[in-house]
């Protein structure tokens, strides 16, 4: 796998197993509002279109106009931004991985559609806010993935061309975002996303992991 110049990486099931607080300050949510808990599964399938369609997805609606997401968003937040990082981990080799790209001078952004603040705290609990390069969330590029701003907003914080960067990341969006301004791929098949649905996307590679990922750059 070609050296880039930049990696773009994606948050949630890509460099971060952070499931287990989306799903509890979902359910505290939930609680708060009289609503009965859902379980990982449900939100694992919910995940990475942004803290909105998450909560759309949890209430069934058919978009955020539906009078019920507002302020059930508004206490998801406020719950898991004091919580953001109370059990999420890095997967494995993540450490290492950082290591590696800042050895060869590679640039490295986390591009999610997380809301900012939430991807601070979560980034900064796991001690790699500092080493990222750029942080792309949909506050700071008015767009989410897979719009072709978010990623043409991110290679612009880098100052690379799209030719010279990788988008890695676990989700459909990552993929469709990537080809939407022609930067190359990897699928992170063993994330949250849906394996059969991130390859029938397309991406110019497939891994399992972060960590096999990481063995094939350096390969």
Known sequence: MKLPRAVLFDLDGTLSDSLPDIVWALNEARMDSGMTPVTDGQVKSWV????????????????????????????????????????????????????FLESRGVLTACTTNKPEIAARALLGGLEILSRLDALVTPESCGAKKPDPRFMTAALAKLGVAAADALVVGDSVQDILAAKSVGIRSVAILGGYGDPEALRAARPDECVQTIAEFAARLRG
Not at 62 to 89: G, I, Q
Request: glycine letters at 8%; one cysteine or more.
């Open 48 to 99: 990475g279109a942004g803290a909105a369609t998450l909560v759309v997805r949890s209430l069934g609606a058919a978009d955020e106009r539906d009078p019920r997401v507002a302020p059930l968003l508004a206490t998801f937040l406020e719950h898991y931004e004091a919580h953001a990082c109370d059990l999420s981990t890095l997967y494995p080799g993540v450490l290492d991985l950082f290591d």
